[in-house]
Every structure is written in C-alpha cells, then in structure tokens.
C-alpha cells in the first residue's frame, strides 16, 4: 500500500473530523456519498485520492463547503512528481530560449 502524502492525510483527518462532529459511521458517511466503504476508510487514512465529485459529495454529506476540505494546502504537500514548475518559471524560461 502506498505512503499517505501530507495532503492525503490532512484530508483524511478532516473528513474524519467533519465526520465524527456529525456523529455518524465511516459506513453511513460512505453510503450517504453513495461511495464504496472501502474507499472512504482509505480517504480517511490519508490513502484515498477522491477525485472531485467525491470530495464534494462528501462535504454535502457532512455538511461543509468542500473548500474546507482543502484549505491551506499546497503544492508542497503533493507527492514528489517528475516535472513541477510553476507557470511564471515555465513562461520565463521559454522566453528565455526564444530570445538565445
């Protein structure tokens, strides 16, 4: 099984917390979200990667904005990835070389 990355994990942790101030079941939060219950135990371990509709059904289900789900996360917290420049970097250096 692979490694939770930061952003997994505090996801998971605050849908686990969402989930638990509503005071419902990892059963009853998957069905609900109309979601499979492994997939939400994983989402909750910071092993899921939900995908948009999931996020946001989840957030219906427990009640918040899905952007809560995400707020403060970065770029930092993703896994390591073989290309990760931003824009800005990427549009300078290709000014760059059309200028060479």
């Known amino acids: 099984m692979p490694a939770a990355f930061d952003a997994a994990r505090l996801l998971g942790e605050r849908v686990l917390a969402e989930r638990q101030r509503v005071g419902i079941t990892q059963m009853d ?4 979200a ?10 909750e371990r ?3 990667n939900p995908n948009l509709e999931t996020l946001v059904r989840l957030a219906g289900v427990l009640g918040v904005d ?3 789900f995400l707020r403060g996360m970065t770029v930092d917290q993703l896994p390591p990835s073989r290309v ?15 200028k060479a």
């Open 46 to 48: 910071g092993m899921g």
């Open 84 to 98: 990760s420049y931003a824009a800005a970097d990427y549009v300078r250096e290709r000014e760059r070389r059309s």
């Open 29 to 32: 939060a998957a069905n609900l």
């Open 66 to 68: 899905p952007g809560e």
């Open 34 to 43: 109309g979601i499979n219950v492994a997939h939400y135990g994983r989402i």
